[in-house]
Structures are given as structure tokens and as C-alpha cells.
């Protein structure tokens, strides 16, 4: 099975920063794209930031450039999100999500596994 495990999700006031984790099991799991997409109580889901794999190229959503940052660790198999200058309307689940094949990185349905998410709040 083929699993996603994140973590470092937490409560924050604004204009802190966190940094959340997404761990692919088993190693040998692989992906096209990797990304963070994020769900707000009351919102649909909006993508975040997303990488490539291979090439490494990031991508990000308007909202978070500049602030935000994915990152890679291809030895641990994981996939990182810097969160800097964090701000009310950050507070989500965040889900980071890996997807097989190519195709639009902002698109939820590119991707065909996510994590469970880790809930982020920042407080005003």
C-alpha cells in the first residue's frame, strides 16, 4: 500500500512560520509531481505549491509566492512546505498530495494519492 504520512502542522500566531513534512511509504514509491494543496472550513479545495520530481522546477500558487517554499529530500523520500510570514487566511488542512503521471500541477485530479492532512490555524 502505498502510503503518505505528513506532520508538522500546528496553531501559530501571524507572521510565524511553520514547516510541514510529507513522507512517501514504501521508499520505492514514485511521482511525476508532488504538491500541497489546501482546504479552509467553509472552502473548496485550492492548490498550494507543487514540484517536480524529476526536473525539481516549483510552482505556486499566487497567494502563498513569495511566502511559502516546497521543497525535496530525495533520500529521506520526502517533500517539504516552508511556511513563512503565515497569515489568518493560511488556516487550512493542508494535504500533500503525489501524483503518477503529467498533467496540470494545480489540479487535484493529476495527483492520485494524498495524505491524511495536517491541520494549520494562525491566530490574528
Known amino acids: 500500500q502505498v502510503q503518505l504520512a505528513e506532520s508538522g502542522g500546528g496553531l501559530v500566531q501571524t507572521g510565524g512560520s511553520l514547516r510541514l513534512s510529507c513522507t512517501a511509504s514504501?521508499?520505492?514509491?514514485?511521482?511525476?509531481?508532488r504538491g500541497w494543496f489546501r482546504q479552509a472550513p467553509g472552502k473548496e479545495r485550492e492548490f498550494v505549491a507543487a514540484?517536480?520530481?524529476?526536473?525539481?522546477?516549483?510552482y505556486y500558487a499566487d497567494s502563498v509566492k513569495g511566502r511559502f517554499t516546497i521543497s525535496r529530500d530525495n533520500a529521506k523520500n520526502t517533500v517539504y512546505l516552508q511556511m513563512n510570514s503565515l497569515k489568518p487566511e493560511d488556516t487550512a488542512v493542508y494535504y500533500c498530495?503525489?501524483?503518477?503521471?503529467?498533467?496540470?500541477?494545480?489540479?487535484?485530479?493529476?495527483?492520485?494519492?494524498w495524505g491524511q492532512g495536517t491541520r494549520v490555524t494562525v491566530s490574528s
Open positions: 514540484i517536480n520530481w524529476s526536473g525539481g522546477s516549483t
Open positions: 514504501p521508499r520505492t514509491f514514485g511521482s511525476y509531481f
Open positions: 498530495a503525489f501524483g503518477t503521471r503529467g498533467g496540470r500541477y494545480y489540479d487535484g485530479p493529476t495527483y492520485d494519492y
